[in-house]
């Protein structure tokens, strides 16, 4: 169930229990008298549910900020050779692309840490134009995350 449905449950049995002073005016006591103590069960169980569902959202929350300061920390922080990556790559607006050898640790490192990714596009390559052909250049651009962070710290990459 949604907390949004849970919440209206919540607060619907709430104006209920609010309501008795004007039960008596209706003569609606014996509603009161057998009902009260499953609206209050009732409230007690959703608004338990609406606590837990605040704190697993907070919880998301706080890891979605650590996970996101982590990758900002990494991509601020890259070895020489991955950083000349990056730099190769942002050399290279508006598509921010290049094409890097796939069997590179350092380009296998950032493929993994979501730098960077590979298009899902097919190369053909001739024998005469690669020196390896089982490490054959693919087309890579950068993540549109990773590049929100560098174009927010472009000095460091240029």
Same mark, same amino acid.
């Given at each position: 169930?949604?907390?949004?449905?849970?919440?209206? #449950?919540? *607060? *619907?049995?709430?104006? #209920? $229990?609010?309501?008795?002073? !004007?039960? &008596?005016?209706?003569?609606?006591?014996?509603?009161?008298?057998? *009902?009260?103590? !499953?609206?209050?069960? #009732?409230?007690?169980? +959703?608004?338990?549910?609406?606590?837990?569902?605040? %704190?697993?959202?907070?919880?998301?929350?706080?890891?979605?900020?650590?996970?996101?300061?982590?990758?900002?920390?990494? !991509?601020?922080?890259?070895? /020489?050779?991955? $950083?000349? #990556? =990056?730099?190769?790559?942002?050399?290279?607006?508006?598509?921010?692309? %290049?094409?890097?050898?796939?069997?590179?640790?350092?380009?296998?490192?950032? +493929?993994?840490?979501? =730098?960077?990714?590979?298009? &899902?596009?097919?190369?053909? =390559?001739?024998?005469?134009? =690669?020196?390896?052909?089982? /490490?054959?250049? !693919?087309?890579?651009?950068?993540?549109?995350?990773?590049?929100?962070?560098? &174009?927010?710290?472009?000095?460091? *990459?240029?």
């Amino acid at each position: 169930m949604k907390s949004k449905h849970k919440a209206i #449950i919540f *607060f *619907f049995g709430l104006v #209920i $229990l609010l309501l008795r002073p !004007i039960a &008596k005016f209706y003569n609606m006591e014996w509603f009161y008298n057998k *009902f009260s103590w !499953i609206i209050i069960l #009732i409230i007690a169980f +959703f608004g338990v549910t609406l606590i837990i569902d605040f %704190g697993e959202y907070l919880i998301k929350k706080v890891k979605r900020v650590l996970e996101d300061k982590k990758y900002k920390n990494y !991509i601020l922080h890259l070895s /020489d050779e991955k $950083l000349d #990556i =990056v730099k190769e790559l942002y050399q290279n607006p508006p598509q921010y692309k %290049g094409y890097l050898h796939e069997n590179d640790p350092n380009v296998l490192e950032l +493929f993994r840490n979501q =730098v960077i990714t590979r298009l &899902k596009r097919r190369n053909y =390559v001739r024998e005469s134009t =690669v020196e390896d052909l089982n /490490d054959p250049p !693919i087309l890579y651009i950068l993540q549109p995350h990773a590049l929100e962070i560098i &174009k927010a710290n472009e000095k460091n *990459f240029e």
